[in-house]
């Protein structure tokens, strides 16, 4: 049914959104700013520059090269922790005919990292990260580039997504969208299929 099927990788497949929330968490609260939950979910799903500037906007005077230092320090000790995959990866990427990519909006050394803790390294053909594009998610530019590096449509593409921005870029880059929220709840505005798991969304989008 599909040309190639294309995946988010943080929230999507790997279980590290949880981690980036407690971490950041702990990390704005270490440097004197008691920031909530809500104020985090805010962020999920947006590239690091984008992500600076809402935190500049919300917190003036923020010393963010020191939280973020704190937060890095924080995830990359969680992560090494275990990377648990999220439910249905290590059912579904193998059940899979098409080829796969990842399309991120993770640097490219983070991404390739956290793909070989996960353990899923090698059932992708192409991995497309921040820095193999100029405009990030929700612009369509990260799908379209995944698109193209198989020489298919990108409506020929099913996505799978967690985030509202993820889902937003890969809708409008014209490719079909399942989307399983992960920590933030989703109405799936941008979503062809709004699943509770990757399984179901499989079977929603006629893979399985």
């Not at 793909?115 to 992708?124: D, K, R, S, W």
């Not at 799908?143 to 993820?166: I, K, M, N, Q, W």
Request: proline share 6%; charged share 20%.
């Amino acid at each position: 049914m599909y040309d190639a099927i294309l995946f988010d990788l943080d929230g999507t497949l790997i279980d590290s959104e949880s981690i980036a929330l407690a971490s950041g968490l702990a990390a704005f609260a270490a440097h004197g700013h008691d920031v909530d939950e809500a104020f985090m979910h805010g962020l999920v799903g947006k590239d690091e520059p984008t992500a600076a500037q809402i935190i500049r906007a919300a917190l003036p005077g923020i010393d963010l090269e020191a939280v973020n230092l704190h937060w890095r320090k924080g995830f990359n000790d969680g992560v090494d922790n275990g990377l648990a995959l999220k439910p249905g990866t290590l059912d579904l990427l193998p059940a899979l005919s098409s080829p796969l990519a990842i399309v991120t909006s993770t640097g490219r050394i983070g991404a390739h990292r956290k793909l070989g803790l996960a353990g899923i390294a090698e059932a992708f053909t192409h991995v497309v990260t921040l820095d193999d594009v100029r405009a990030p998610k929700p612009d369509p530019e990260p799908y379209l580039l995944a698109a193209s590096l198989f020489g298919v449509s990108p409506s020929r593409c099913l996505v799978f997504e967690d985030s509202e921005t993820g889902a937003e870029a890969a809708h409008r880059a014209g490719c079909v969208v399942v989307q399983v929220p992960d920590v933030v709840p989703s109405r799936g505005r941008w979503a062809h299929h709004l699943a509770p798991d990757l399984l179901t969304g499989a079977r929603m989008a006629g893979l399985l």
